[in-house]
Nanobody
Framework: QVQLVESGGGLAQPGGSLRLTCVAS????????MGWYRQAPGKECELVAG????????NYADSVKGRFTISRDDGKNTAYLDMNSLKLEDTAVYYC????????????????????????WGQGTQVAVSS
């Protein structure tokens, strides 16, 4: 019953924009920290952006700071990632993630897949940046 579903991925040109959407069901996303991770072939699962459950405080990977914005709408059980000024190196599968606020969000994971209790992952959405 617990599910995170991402949408909005696709092909974009360098300098372009995309908006990723993550809809949670089966649990209250308002009780969890939400994050967007990405994984490119042969790379670790990297935290791109995170947002806390209570204060809404955000954090970003240095590589996307100033270009990406994470937000949440707890009334809709939804999180977003607005990506601007896209670069070739942004190409990856992007995953929505929910984590218990006491655990927080790790900067890197071996895989963008469930490892601990009280965390949830979406199936991922492909973002390809190419000219």
């Amino acid at each position: 019953q617990v599910q995170l579903v991402e949408s909005g991925g696709g092909l974009a040109q360098p300098g372009g924009s995309l908006r990723l959407t993550c809809v949670a069901s089966g649990f209250a996303a308002s009780d969890y920290a939400m994050g967007w991770y990405r994984q490119a072939p042969g790379k670790e699962c990297e935290l791109v952006a995170g947002i806390t459950s209570v204060s809404g405080s955000t954090n970003y990977a240095d590589s996307v700071k100033g270009r990406f914005t994470i937000s949440r709408d707890d009334g809709k059980n939804t999180a977003y990632l607005d990506m601007n000024s896209l670069k070739l190196e942004d190409t990856a599968v992007y995953y929505c993630h929910a984590s218990h606020p006491l655990r927080g969000l790790a900067d890197f994971r071996t895989q963008c897949a469930r490892e601990f209790e009280y965390e949830f992952w979406g199936q991922g959405t492909q973002v390809a940046v190419s000219s």
